[in-house]
């Protein structure tokens, strides 16, 4: 699945002109994540139009980029996303970050995972009785 | 047409020097009688007149620099009465007082023809558009390559600094083919260029004649890709006229001094003794023919190389080298000198644009050199080690060039603030703790 990835440095303000060019689009965001240093961070998002977000957010002149990213739906309970990473450890698939999101189906979690190989991770994954999104 | 002026400016070594020493002695007795400040120093000196009798005694001369500028601001270096003097061009005063440079009607003449000879040199002709946009008014850069398109008799564009939409229209509709303004402002034309769509052989540009600002190799190459010409230097100074002082031929490999006009000399900045040809050194220029404001050995605080090879291009003149930068520009980092045109270098040979701000600061009794460059829309990455990856990578790049570690900030693109004149690069907070 496609995330929206975007450079934001660390001035006040920055987030809210971003979120509400978003908001104007009228693209919904259904995950974010920021990596943060102590210059700038990196924005991470799931939203429902990842071509639509780009363009705006290019347009106004932000540093944006589209990743390739494996989203995995797993069962609402501990231990589900432990499991999940052991098979991926096993295999040899390095994890470079992951982030939550929520899920509209009642009893089941979703993760976003950044690694190396996606058709790798996602074969693993699916392999093992997880659902890709 | 080769040469502005071709007598001149292929006269054989021994005519130049015999003319110039002809023109020193008088101009010297010109000084001595008429600018009392200088003449104190050469009294001070035991100097008088009589001593100079060619170019072999102009060793005996003091220096002048922007220290005696200051002190004599604002009439005391004027040589002529006022009411002959047309003109004033000022210095935009960043590292002090103004310096106000006067001029007569023929000092303009002559200034003119220096930077005729310049647009001669990248190919300038009467069939040619010529789009200055160096500021205009007291800034040298727009008054003299201006005059000295008039004088090839080219088609003149006055659109001065600024306003990069305008200037785009008329270089376009215009089919301006010859760019003159700094290199920092070439440079945004290119990238504003680009963003609009242009491809470089969508303009009909052939050549740029940039200066007052210090460059490097790399970004004459980025320029003349992103512009589609070839890419000249000229060099000036507010207080020997202005641009036009040496200027660069078709060879690109140093810049011609106007040498009927000007004797340059290369010094020991510290000791002040001459040094020999193919030595660097600080740059110190005596106007032969200037009436208004005649500086005698003025310390440009420029350094640089003079070489007197022969150049294929025909003129004999002799050539100086880009200057590594003022030393005004030169900061001393943890006891390194460092000019901002080395770590541009590195920048641009790493694959970065040349926009970029050097912050220096004092931390503890110790300097902090901080480099904010911009990232590139192709160089962004998702993670947070890819980028500190290419900010660790450069910041060993520059180390290696300069013996000194900074820290390097990669910053959004187009967050860096441009200039349509002088960039101003540097900022040096070491200064507001002194």
Redesign the interface.
């Known amino acids: 699945m496609k995330?929206l990835?975007v450079?934001?440095?660390n001035r006040r303000g920055g987030l809210a002109v971003l979120t509400r060019l978003l908001a104007d689009a009228r693209v919904d965001m259904k995950a974010l994540s920021i990596?943060?240093?102590r210059?700038?961070g990196?924005l991470?998002l799931i939203v429902s139009d990842a071509e639509k977000a780009s363009d705006t957010l290019q347009k106004a002149?932000?540093?944006v980029?589209i990743?390739e990213v494996v989203g995995v739906t797993l069962p609402d309970r501990p231990g589900a996303l432990a499991q999940a990473l052991d098979i991926l450890d096993q295999d040899g698939v390095n994890l470079?970050?992951l982030y939550a999101f929520l899920s509209s189906e009642p009893g089941t979690a979703r993760v976003v995972l950044?690694v190396a190989d996606n058709a790798e991770a996602e074969r693993i994954l699916t392999q093992n009785g997880f659902s890709i999104l | 047409m080769r040469y502005f002026q071709q007598e001149i400016e292929t006269m054989a070594p021994e005519a130049i020097r015999a003319l110039q020493s002809e023109k020193l002695v008088r101009q010297v007795k010109h000084v001595y009688e008429h600018v009392p400040y200088y003449r104190a120093l050469m009294d001070e000196k035991g100097i008088t007149p009589d001593d100079i009798r060619g170019v072999e005694d102009l060793h005996k001369l003091p220096f002048l620099s922007k220290a005696d500028l200051r002190e004599t601001y604002p009439y005391g270096m004027l040589a002529v009465p006022l009411a002959d003097c047309v003109r004033i061009q000022s210095t935009s005063g960043t590292t002090g007082k103004r310096v106000i440079a006067y001029y007569t009607q023929k000092d303009l003449d002559l200034w003119e023809e220096c930077c005729a000879r310049a647009i001669v040199a990248a190919g300038g002709t009467r069939e040619d558009v010529v789009q200055v946009c160096y500021g205009y008014g007291l800034f040298t850069g727009g008054a003299g390559l201006h005059g000295g398109s008039h004088r090839v008799g080219a088609l003149t564009l006055p659109m001065s600094s600024g306003n990069t939409e305008r200037q785009i229209q008329f270089m376009m509709d215009l089919k301006a083919t010859i760019l003159c303004c700094t290199p920092s402002y070439a440079a945004y034309i290119g990238e504003a260029l680009k963003e609009r769509g242009y491809k470089p052989e969508d303009n009909h540009l052939k050549a740029g004649i940039f200066g007052a600002e210090p460059w490097t190799e790399e970004m004459r190459r980025d320029i003349e890709k992103s512009l589609g010409i070839k890419a000249y230097d000229i060099y000036g100074l507010t207080e020997t006229s202005g641009p036009g002082v040496a200027f660069e031929c078709s060879e690109q490999n140093g810049m011609h001094v106007n040498e009927d006009h000007f004797i340059p000399e290369i010094i020991d900045p510290d000791t002040g003794e001459v040094l020999p040809d193919g030595e660097k050194g600080e740059l110190v220029f005596t106007s032969l023919d200037k009436e208004a404001f005649p500086l005698l050995r003025y310390r440009t605080r420029d350094i640089c190389v003079l070489t007197r090879e022969k150049c294929p291009c025909g003129r004999t003149h002799v050539r100086m080298a880009k200057p590594m930068g003022r030393s005004d520009d030169m900061m001393i980092i943890r006891g390194v000198n460092v000019f901002p045109s080395q770590i541009e270098t590195v920048l641009l040979n790493e694959g970065y644009a040349p926009n970029y701000r050097i912050e220096v600061d004092r931390v503890n009794n110790s300097d902090t050199l901080d480099i904010y460059v911009e990232l590139l829309p192709e160089q962004f990455t998702d993670t947070v080690s890819g980028i500190t990856k290419m900010e660790r990578r450069l910041a060993e790049a520059i180390k290696i060039m300069l013996g000194i570690s900074p820290v390097v900030h990669l910053v959004a693109p187009k967050t860096i603030a441009r200039s349509e004149g002088k960039a101003v690069r540097v900022v040096d907070k070491r200064k507001l703790h002194d």
Do not use: P
């Open positions: 995330q990835t450079f934001v440095e990596a943060d240093t210059d700038f990196i991470r002149g932000f540093l980029q990743t470079e970050y950044r």
